[in-house]
Nanobody
Framework: QVQLVESGGGLVQDGGSLRLSCTAS????????MGWYRQAPGKQRELVAG???????NFADSVKGRFTISRDNAKNTVYLQMNSLKPEDTGVYFC?????????????WGQGTQVTVSS
């Protein structure tokens, strides 16, 4: 089992910044990828940003140029730096981790952290 602990959400004004972090612990052999998803009220959960073990990253078009994702492999932690936040960035942000468990890939979700951007 893998446990994920998220932190860093909160209330911020339009144009502000927040930094989310997510630390994985437990039975971790190899983390293949880490990422952040978000879910706004009444909408489906969507990928915001992801980073794989090679360091390659991908972002939703709506956050390109404003958000960055990074990871500290020694700490099994992924960070999401969010700048120039907009009200449409409001939602619950979930950490997602894909780990190699034997010959299978297992995915885990964090409990979610609320991000609210006021106009």
């Amino acid at each position: 089992q893998v446990q994920l602990v998220e932190s860093g959400g909160g209330l911020v004004q339009d144009g502000g910044s927040l930094r989310l972090s997510c630390t994985a612990s437990g039975s971790i052999f190899s983390i293949m990828g880490m990422g952040w998803y978000r879910q706004a009220p009444g909408k489906q959960r969507e990928l915001v940003a992801g980073i794989v073990s090679s360091g390659s990253t991908n972002f939703a078009d709506s956050v390109k140029g404003r958000f960055t994702i990074s990871r500290d492999n020694a700490k099994n932690t992924v960070y999401l730096q969010m700048n120039s936040l907009k009200p449409e960035d409001t939602g619950v942000y979930f950490c997602n981790v894909a780990v190699l468990a034997g010959i299978r890939v297992e995915t885990y979700w964090g409990q979610g952290t609320q991000v609210t951007v006021s106009s």
